[in-house]
């Protein structure tokens, strides 16, 4: 069974930086690329980064490029994603998730396996 955990959410005010860790086990974590998305309240899911599995390639959402970035370490079977320059508007649940296959994918549909969020919150 895919388990996929989420962690280093939190409070922080804006302009601060937050680390988010995903860790995967269960399936082989090279060989698929990793999303990272993230649910404000009353709003729907939304792509925020992703990267291949060989991490050789990244995508971002465009109010996030040059603050944010998405890496890996096959090795530990972790995704992360630093978070830098944070503001008011970032504040939502962030999700880690496996896509079925190799490319990034930026719809929820296209993944298979998703983490339980981790909340963060940016105060101005």
């Known amino acids: 069974q895919v388990q996929l955990v989420e962690s280093g959410g939190g409070l922080v005010q804006a302009g601060g930086s937050l680390r988010l860790s995903c860790a995967v086990s269960g399936r082989t974590f090279g060989s698929y690329a990793m999303g990272w998305f993230r649910q404000a309240a009353g709003e729907d899911r939304s792509f925020v980064a992703g990267?291949?599995?060989?991490?050789?390639?990244?995508e971002y959402e465009d109010s996030v490029k040059g603050r944010f970035t998405v890496s890996r370490d096959n090795h530990k079977d972790t995704v992360y994603l630093q978070m830098n320059s944070l503001k008011p508007d970032d504040t939502a649940v962030y999700y880690c998730?496996?896509?079925?296959?190799?490319?990034?994918?930026?719809?929820?549909?296209?993944?298979?396996?998703w983490g339980q969020g981790t909340m963060v919150s940016v105060s101005s």
């Open positions: 998730a496996q896509s079925g296959g190799l490319r990034i994918g930026i719809w929820p549909h296209e993944y298979n396996y």
């Open positions: 990267i291949t599995w060989k991490g050789d390639y990244t």
